[in-house]
C-alpha cells in the first residue's frame, strides 16, 4: 500500500519569508507525484507535479518542488510568499498497481498562513 | 470554459434520509472520482469510473453509491447507512486516454454536507 505524509499540519510565515512543506511517501513501486492547492471552500488546483526527467519542478504561483528518491520526499518550497498564498496544500501519490491506476493518494494537507 | 460543476454547494440531511449530490464535468474526461474530505484527514477517496457503466469502491465506499450512466454525470448518493456524513465533498476528473496515471485530476468546488 501507498502512503503519504505531510510532516507539518500548520506552517505560519511572515510574508516575503521563504516556505518549505515538507512530504515524505513510502511506496514499493515508482510513483509520480503531485502538488495541488485548495482555497478556502473551493475545490484543488494543480500547483505542480513529477512525473520523470528532472527532479526539481516548477509549477504555478512561483513554487517549485524536489523530489528525492533516496529520500522518498518531494518537498515544497517558495522562496518569497504573499498573502495570497494563504491556503492548504496537500501533496499526493498516483496509484500505478493494476486496476487502481489513476487513483491518487492524498496527505493529511498542510496549512500555510501568511502574516503581514 | 471547461470544468466540472458540483451542485448544490451546500446540502442538509434529515436522519434517515437519502440525499444525492451531483457531479457534470464537460472536459470529455474518461475518468471521474468522488473524494470525502474532513479537517485533519486530507482527502479519502469514495468511488471511482474509468468509463460509462462501471465504476470501482474507493477506500471508504461503505454508506455511498453512485451510477455512471453518461461519460460527463457521477454522481454521489449519500445513504442512511452512512452513519457520520457531515463532510465536504470533492468531485474530480481526469482523462484516461494513454497512460492515466500520470494525468493531473481536475476538482470542482465541492459540496458541503451537513445533518440536521
Known amino acids: 500500500a501507498q502512503s503519504v505524509t505531510q510532516l507539518d499540519s500548520q506552517v505560519p510565515v511572515f510574508e516575503e519569508a521563504p516556505v518549505e512543506l515538507r512530504c515524505n511517501y513510502s511506496?514499493?513501486?515508482?510513483?509520480?507525484l503531485f502538488w495541488y492547492v485548495q482555497y478556502p471552500n473551493q475545490g484543488l488546483q494543480l500547483l505542480l507535479k513529477y512525473l520523470s526527467g528532472s527532479t526539481l519542478v516548477k509549477g504555478i504561483n512561483g513554487f517549485e518542488a524536489e523530489f528525492n528518491k533516496s529520500q522518498t520526499s518531494f518537498h515544497l518550497r517558495k522562496p518569497s510568499v504573499h498573502i495570497s498564498d494563504t491556503a492548504e496544500y496537500f501533496c499526493?501519490?498516483?496509484?500505478?498497481?493494476?486496476?487502481?491506476?489513476?487513483?491518487?493518494?492524498f496527505g493529511q494537507g498542510t496549512i500555510l498562513t501568511v502574516h503581514p | 470554459d471547461g470544468g466540472i460543476t458540483q451542485s448544490p454547494k451546500y446540502l442538509f440531511r434529515k436522519e434517515g434520509q437519502n440525499v444525492t449530490l451531483s457531479c457534470e464535468q464537460n472536459l470529455n474526461h474518461d475518468a471521474m472520482y468522488w473524494y470525502r474530505q474532513d479537517p485533519g484527514q486530507g482527502l479519502r477517496l469514495i468511488y471511482y469510473?474509468?468509463?460509462?457503466?462501471?465504476?470501482q469502491k474507493g477506500d471508504i465506499a461503505e454508506g455511498y453509491s453512485v451510477s455512471r450512466e453518461k461519460k460527463e454525470s457521477f454522481p454521489l448518493t449519500v445513504t442512511s447507512a452512512q452513519k457520520n456524513p457531515t463532510a465536504f465533498y470533492l468531485c474530480?476528473?481526469?482523462?484516461?486516454?494513454?497512460?492515466?496515471?500520470?494525468?493531473?485530476?481536475?476538482f470542482g468546488d465541492g459540496t458541503r454536507l451537513s445533518i440536521l
Open positions: 469510473s474509468q468509463i460509462v457503466n462501471d465504476f
Open positions: 511506496s514499493s513501486v515508482s510513483v509520480y
Open positions: 499526493a501519490v498516483s496509484d500505478l498497481r493494476g486496476t487502481s491506476y489513476g487513483k491518487l493518494t
Open positions: 474530480a476528473s481526469s482523462t484516461d486516454r494513454g497512460r492515466p496515471h500520470r494525468q493531473p485530476q481536475h
